[in-house]
Antibody, heavy 122, light 107 residues
Framework: MLLQESGPGLVKPSETLSLTCFVSGGSLGSSSYYWAWIRQPPGEGLEWIGNLYHGGHTYYKPSLKSRVTMSVDTSKNQFSLNVTSVTAADTAVYYC???????????????WGQGTLVTVSS | DIQMTQSPSALSASVGDRVTITCRASQTIDKYLNWYQQRPGKAPKVLIYGAFSLQSGVPSRFTGAKSGTDFTLTISSLQPEDFATYYCQQSYNVPYTFGQGTKLDIK
């Protein structure tokens, strides 16, 4: 399974960041896994943004919840991330990932896109 | 949120060395702990999941262990391709959280 992020590399402050993750070699509709967005500011660590589950249910990190929306388009085999009212603090490499549910072992992000750098700047 | 604290933040070692990285959780996370390797400019890659299980295709020199809320990743004999940054991540509770990373470089 391959994942590929796409979207603008430059977004102005206060505008909306929109990214898409295209999934090839697999289906978006399995209950054995779900989808996630994870980001990494330049030179920093990883931050888990949220999850998109089978059936369209979502979970967002509370500190980002008011600005984040995730959705899926199964007809196009892709899912998306929107972050509104961006600031420089949202500058990061954004990764999409598949998260597998492993009985008695937890959930693990076992397939990642290559990442896309989004810079917030005027 | 569950805090994950890795140590050390950086580590210098030589090819053939045995190295251990530690990750401490701020509360119990059972065995829901994953380890990732990230090379510069690349996406993270899972090495160990569920604290102990080796991901398919990952060399057996990587092992995971657990003692209470302390978790370790050991590389038994460093190879040149192992010089990278390593992250732990808990999947016990959302929001899932990562350690701050351990950068392993060549001495």
């Amino acid at each position: 399974m391959l994942l590929q992020e796409s979207g603008p590399g430059l977004v102005k402050p206060s505008e909306t960041l929109s990214l898409t993750c295209f999934v090839s070699g697999g289906s978006l509709g399995s209950s054995s896994y779900y989808w996630a967005w994870i980001r990494q500011p330049p030179g920093e660590g990883l931050e888990w943004i949220g999850n998109l589950y089978h059936g369209g249910h979502t979970y967002y990190k509370p500190s980002l919840k008011s600005r984040v929306t995730m959705s899926v388009d199964t007809s196009k085999n892709q899912f998306s991330l929107n972050v509104t009212s961006v600031t420089a603090a949202d500058t990061a490499v954004y990764y999409c990932a598949r998260v597998s549910r492993l009985p008695s072992r937890g959930d693990v992000a076992d397939s990642w896109g290559q990442g896309t750098l989004v810079t917030v700047s005027s | 949120d569950i805090q994950m604290t890795q140590s050390p933040s950086a580590l210098s070692a030589s090819v053939g060395d045995r190295v251990t990285i530690t990750c401490r959780a701020s509360q119990t996370i059972d065995k829901y702990l994953n380890w990732y390797q990230q090379r510069p400019g690349k996406a993270p890659k899972v090495l160990i999941y569920g604290a102990f299980s080796l991901q398919s295709g990952v060399p057996s020199r990587f092992t995971g262990a657990k003692s209470g809320t302390d978790f370790t990743l050991t590389i038994s004999s460093l190879q040149p391709e192992d010089f990278a940054t390593y992250y732990c991540q808990q999947s016990y509770n959302v929001p899932y959280t990562f350690g701050q990373g351990t950068k392993l470089d060549i001495k």
